[in-house]
């Protein structure tokens, strides 16, 4: 079993600047591709990027690249989102998600991760 504990959630400026943090406990992660999703009230969970375990690879929506950055340390088993420039259209609850299955596609696909967190909440003022 995997546990997900997102953090640093909050307000923020438009134009601002925030790093979620994604603790994991009751297993390892080193070795397993972590995503970063977000969903806003009354739209679907939405797929932000993944970092991967080799090389510690990492892939963006579109909507967000150039503006944030997945990073891993895995002595700590954690897995950070900076995002930078927010805009209005980034608030949402961001969610972490770990895949353990080996599946290695379709890393937007929030079907094929296998452990989520709880979400911290992300909110911009203008």
């Known amino acids: 079993q995997v546990q997900l504990a997102e953090s640093g959630g909050g307000l923020v400026q438009a134009g601002g600047s925030l790093r979620l943090s994604c603790a994991a406990s009751?297993?390892?992660?080193?070795?397993?591709?972590m995503g970063w999703f977000r969903q806003a009230p009354g739209k679907e969970r939405e797929f932000v990027g993944v970092?991967?375990?080799?090389?510690?690879?990492?892939a963006y929506a579109i909507s967000v690249k150039g503006r944030i950055t997945i990073s891993r340390d895995n002595a700590k088993n954690t897995v950070y989102l900076q995002m930078n420039s927010l805009k209005p259209e980034d608030p949402a609850v961001y969610y972490c998600?770990?895949?353990?299955?080996?599946?290695?596609?379709?890393?937007?696909?929030?079907?094929?991760?296998?452990?989520w967190g709880q979400g911290t909440q992300v909110t911009v003022s203008s």
């Open positions: 970092i991967r375990w080799i090389g510690s690879r990492t």
């Open positions: 009751g297993r390892t992660v080193t070795n397993y591709p």
């Open positions: 998600a770990a895949r353990t299955r080996p599946v290695f596609t379709d890393w937007a696909d929030a079907r094929l991760y296998d452990y």
